[in-house]
């Protein structure tokens, strides 16, 4: 009996581009709530969690560190914003991942999560608006609701994961993304590593990092599972 493989999924960069929705949600969502429209080329966004983002844009717009609860206000309003955003700008889900996604659930020996700095209910709505939700568990899942480290949403992951499904093996856990952030909290939790490069970030660049596998683009189903098969 082949064991129980779980792969652990970023959002952005890795299985969809939005055009950058998300940005200008929170472009909105600022104008709003401090009448300032935010300088995003002093904004790290790539590879960061949805209140990290919120953290940075507040102290761009008003010149201080946010106060309590101030950036969870302003992640509350780019979610509620973030569906007419997304239907309003041609983005896709990245090939092939669709490919791999319907692959993945058609085998019970493979579980898809998602270890991603959105929110749930960001992540949701991304998901949901491209058609793919459906492929993850949301349940055991973990997102970046309230915690401004990628480490301790993966920690989070971790224990989810061995909550829901016991019968994992460390060495049968993957995580997969675009940034040096999704390649370092993998490796936090004894995960091994894949890094795309169909992010912001070059193979070359995500290499620098070491994770265990790097590739400009996902390969085609076949060639990925037979990667994560160690075949």
């Known amino acids: 009996m082949t064991a129980l493989k779980i792969l652990f999924w970023d959002i952005d960069g890795t299985l969809l581009r939005t055009a950058r929705a ?17 300088d995003f080329t002093t904004v790290t966004t790539a590879g960061m969690t949805d209140c990290h983002i919120a953290a940075q844009i507040i102290a761009v717009a008003t ?16 979610v509620e914003l ?20 319907n692959q993945l659930a058609a085998d019970p020996g493979y579980v898809s999560l998602l270890l991603t700095g959105n929110t749930a209910a960001g992540a949701r709505a991304k998901l949901t608006y491209y058609n793919i939700a459906h492929f993850f568990d949301f349940a055991a899942s973990a997102f970046g609701d ?27 856990m993957f995580v997969i993304g675009d940034t ?6 993998g490796k936090t939790i004894g995960a091994r ?31 990925f599972m037979a990667k994560i098969m160690g075949e």
């Not at 010149?63 to 780019?78: D, F, I, K, S, T």
């Not at 239907?87 to 791999?100: C, K, N, Q, S, T």
């Open 82 to 101: 973030l569906p007419a955003h997304l239907a309003a700008r041609e983005g896709f889900v990245i090939p092939p991942v669709l490919d791999i996604l």
């Open 193 to 223: 590593t894949v890094a795309v490069a169909t992010g912001t970030y070059s193979a070359a660049e995500l290499a620098v990092h070491a994770p265990w596998w790097v590739v400009e683009r996902l390969p085609a189903p076949a060639e």
């Open 180 to 185: 040096p952030n999704d390649v370092s909290c």
């Open 63 to 78: 010149g201080r560190e946010p106060r309590e609860n101030e950036a969870a206000a302003l992640v509350q309003r780019y």
């Open 22 to 38: 998300g940005l200008y949600a929170f472009e909105q969502a600022t104008e709003e709530l401090y009448a300032a429209k935010p």
């Open 146 to 172: 309230d915690c401004k480290n990628r480490a301790e949403i993966a920690a989070r992951a971790l224990a989810s994961a061995r909550q829901w499904y016991p019968a994992v093996r460390p060495e049968n």
